[in-house]
Every structure is written in structure tokens, then in C-alpha cells.
């Protein structure tokens, strides 16, 4: 008798469910950002930001990560190619420079990479350098010569001081 009874109960519910999924509407997925769009969104996300974070050191995980700060006053692509040019105020360590410097960004998708390759920076050094932007935070790696390790922290927006003076 209860098989009778489950055997029903599983009838009807097969009946019933095919009509109730369709009578849901249907859902549709947005569209994927445009590549214009996502070279905006990235303009306005690199403009008038600090990123605060960390960098380890490889072959010194034993040691606390040391404090690096970027800020970015503007960000640009240009029209070639995946080349950009942020200008920004570089902190790490004793140093302290601001300058333009052009870089590329890929895409993975809709994350932009910021992708150094033996780039000379003045008062610096060359660097090369990974480092994937997403959600208002960084992570990536660097190399500095023989010196390299990770890095990470979160982007904040910082106040346009050129805004208030208007």
C-alpha cells in the first residue's frame, strides 16, 4: 500500500514540475561587457586610487610581508595596441617616485592584468610584474633581477585634489 501511495506521489509531482519550470520566465543572462566598456570601467577604477598592500619576498616566507603603496592619479589606454599609461606615485621600502610609466594590460576575460616584461622604470630599476585587478583589490608577482616574490592588497579611491582647488 505505501508503494501504492509513493508511486502515485511520484506521478503526480512528474506531471506537475514540467509545468511549473515553464511557467517561470525566462531568465536572461546580460550580456558580457563590451571590451569599450571594460577599458572605461578600468579607466575609472585606475583614476584617483591608492593601492595598499604587501609584497613578500621568495626565499623569505619566514619573514612578515613589507608595507608598498601605489597611487594612480590617472589612468589611459592609449591606441596601441594593449599599452597604457598610468601615472602614479610608486612607494616601496626607501623609495618614493612619481612618474607616467606605460604598461600593458591584458585581458583574462573581463579581469584586467597589468603584464610588465623587463620594464625599466628610472630611479627603480627593471621589473618584471603580473598583477591581476579585481574587485577594488591586487595580487600578482614581481621580479626585480635576482630578487622576486608576490604581492597583493586592496584599491580605495582617494580624493581628486585638482577637483577641490576648482
Known amino acids: 500500500m505505501l508503494t501504492r ?20 520566465p525566462a531568465k536572461k543572462e546580460a550580456a558580457p561587457p563590451s571590451r569599450e566598456e571594460l577599458i572605461k570601467k578600468l ?16 626565499g623569505r616566507e619566514d619573514r612578515e610581508p613589507k608595507a608598498e603603496e601605489y597611487t ?9 595596441g594593449d599599452l597604457w599609461l598610468l601615472k602614479a606615485r610608486i612607494k616601496y621600502g626607501d623609495k618614493d617616485v612619481t612618474m607616467p610609466i606605460p604598461l600593458e594590460i591584458k585581458w583574462a576575460g573581463d579581469t584586467p592584468v597589468i603584464t610588465l616584461t623587463n620594464l625599466s622604470i628610472p630611479r627603480l630599476g627593471t621589473f618584471t610584474s603580473r598583477v591581476v585587478i579585481y574587485d577594488h583589490r591586487y595580487a600578482g608577482t614581481w621580479q626585480h633581477g635576482e630578487v622576486g616574490g608576490n604581492l597583493f592588497g586592496k584599491i580605495e579611491k582617494v580624493k581628486d585634489e585638482n577637483a577641490e582647488a576648482k
Not at 45 to 51: I, Q, R, S
Not at 72 to 80: R, Y
Open 5 to 24: 501511495m509513493l508511486t502515485a506521489l511520484l506521478t503526480v509531482l512528474a506531471l506537475i514540475a514540467p509545468k511549473a519550470v515553464a511557467d517561470e
Open 43 to 58: 579607466e575609472d577604477d585606475l583614476t584617483n586610487v591608492k593601492l595598499i598592500g604587501r609584497f613578500t619576498i621568495t
Open 72 to 80: 594612480i592619479t590617472s589612468a589611459m589606454k592609449l591606441p596601441e
